[in-house]
Nanobody, 114 residues
Framework: QVQLVESGGGLVQAGRSLRLSCAASGSIFSLGAMGWYRQARGNKREFVASITSGGSTAYADSVKGRFAISRDNAKNTVYLQMNSLKPEDTAAYYC????????WGQGTQVTVSS
């Protein structure tokens, strides 16, 4: 079993930045890729960014150039640096990882005001 705990969400004005963190614990000896998804009210959960254990990254087109994902393997933690935030980035952000199966965090709310 793997537990994921997100932190760093909040209310921010458009154009500002936030940094999300997600710490993994439990049976983490075989952590693979980690990433972030988000779900706005009334919408489906969508991919935001991911990073492999080797550091290869992928981003949704909507966040390319504004968001940056990174990970600290020693701390089993993944980060999402979000810059130039827009109101349309408002959503609950969920951490994800794969270790024999997919695991999800409980989500952290990000609200961007115009």
């Amino acid at each position: 079993q793997v537990q994921l705990v997100e932190s760093g969400g909040g209310l921010v004005q458009a154009g500002r930045s936030l940094r999300l963190s997600c710490a993994a614990s439990g049976s983490i000896f075989s952590l693979g890729a980690m990433g972030w998804y988000r779900q706005a009210r009334g919408n489906k959960r969508e991919f935001v960014a991911s990073i492999t254990s080797g550091g290869s990254t992928a981003y949704a087109d909507s966040v390319k150039g504004r968001f940056a994902i990174s990970r600290d393997n020693a701390k089993n933690t993944v980060y999402l640096q979000m810059n130039s935030l827009k109101p349309e980035d408002t959503a609950a952000y969920y951490c994800w990882t794969y270790a024999s199966r997919s695991y999800w965090g409980q989500g952290t709310q990000v609200t961007v005001s115009s």
